[in-house]
C-alpha cells in the first residue's frame, strides 16, 4: 500500500489554466504538508496543515489554495497557472507537527505550465 | 536569513568507497536535523536523523555526524553502491512546523 499518494503524476496545462492536485496518507498522521521544488531540486516548504488547521504558509502566492477536507487529505489547488509554477509539487505527511517527526513523502506531480 | 547549503553539488564516488556529504546550517537554534535520499523520479526518502544534544548517530551503512561548534552536518555511506546514487538532502528544523532544505548534493557511483 502506498502511505502518501498523489495525482496525477504528470500535469501539462496552459497558462490561466486552474488546476488541482490531490494528495492522501493513509498512515494515520495528523499534520500534511505541500512543497515545491524548481528544476534545480531546491525544497521549498508551501503549506502545512496539522489536524486540518493550517500552520505554515510561506508566502506562498493567493492564487495556491491548500484544502484539507479530512486529516487523510491534502488537496492543492492553483488558479490563473503561470509559467513559473511550473515544477514538482510533493505532498507529505508526519505523525504530528514538531520538529522531530519524520516526513513521508509522496512520489510528486509534475506540472508543466506551456 | 535561515538556510541550509551543500558545499558539492555533484559528488562522485567509486563503487565500494566510502561517500561523505556535507551540509553547512546557519539557524544555531535549529534542534533537529534529517538526511533524505530522492532518486530520479521518486519523492525524498528519509535516511537517518539526528538530535541537536548528539553529535553521531549510526544507521545501516550510514552515519550523521553533526558539529554544532561550526554549524556542521556530513553524510557519511560506507561501501557505496550503485543503488546509492541520488541527490541528497539535509534538513533542519527551524521553528516548530517548519523544515528548511538543504540545495542537494548528487552521488554518482562508479562502476
Given amino acids: 500500500d502506498t502511505a502518501v499518494s498523489q495525482t496525477p503524476k504528470y500535469l501539462v496545462t496552459q497558462m490561466g489554466n486552474d488546476k488541482s492536485i490531490k494528495c492522501e496518507q493513509n498512515l494515520g498522521h495528523d499534520t500534511m504538508y505541500w512543497y515545491k521544488q524548481d528544476s534545480k531540486k531546491f525544497l521549498k516548504i508551501?503549506?502545512?496543515?496539522?489536524?486540518?488547521?493550517?500552520i505554515i504558509n510561506e508566502t506562498v502566492p493567493n492564487r495556491f489554495s491548500p484544502k484539507s477536507p479530512d486529516k487523510a487529505h491534502l488537496n492543492l489547488h492553483i488558479n490563473s497557472l503561470e509559467l513559473g509554477d511550473s515544477a514538482?509539487?510533493?505532498?507529505?505527511?508526519?505523525?504530528a507537527a514538531g520538529g522531530t517527526y519524520e516526513q513521508y513523502f509522496g512520489p510528486g506531480t509534475r506540472l508543466t505550465v506551456t | 536569513g535561515e538556510s541550509v547549503g551543500l558545499h558539492l553539488p555533484t559528488l562522485s564516488v567509486q563503487?565500494?568507497?566510502?561517500?561523505?556529504?556535507n551540509c553547512a546550517y546557519s539557524n544555531s537554534a535549529s534542534d533537529y536535523f534529517i538526511w533524505y535520499k530522492q532518486e530520479s523520479g521518486k519523492g525524498p526518502q528519509f535516511i537517518i536523523d539526528i538530535r541537536s544534544n548528539m553529535d553521531k548517530r549510526q544507521g545501516q551503512r550510514v552515519t550523521v555526524l553533526l558539529n554544532k561548534t561550526v554549524?556542521?552536518?556530513?553524510?557519511q555511506i560506507a561501501a557505496t553502491q550503485p543503488g546509492d546514487s541520488a541527490v541528497y538532502f539535509c534538513a533542519e528544523n527551524s521553528?516548530?512546523?517548519?523544515?528548511i532544505f538543504g540545495?542537494?548534493?548528487r552521488l554518482k557511483v562508479l562502476a
Fill in chain 2, 103 to 105: 540545495t542537494g548534493t
Fill in chain 1, 88 to 95: 514538482v509539487y510533493f505532498c507529505a505527511s508526519s505523525q
Fill in chain 2, 95 to 99: 521553528g516548530t512546523y517548519k523544515y
Fill in chain 2, 15 to 21: 563503487e565500494g568507497d566510502n561517500s561523505i556529504i
Fill in chain 1, 46 to 54: 508551501m503549506f502545512s496543515y496539522n489536524n486540518k488547521e493550517l
Fill in chain 2, 71 to 75: 554549524k556542521h552536518l556530513s553524510l
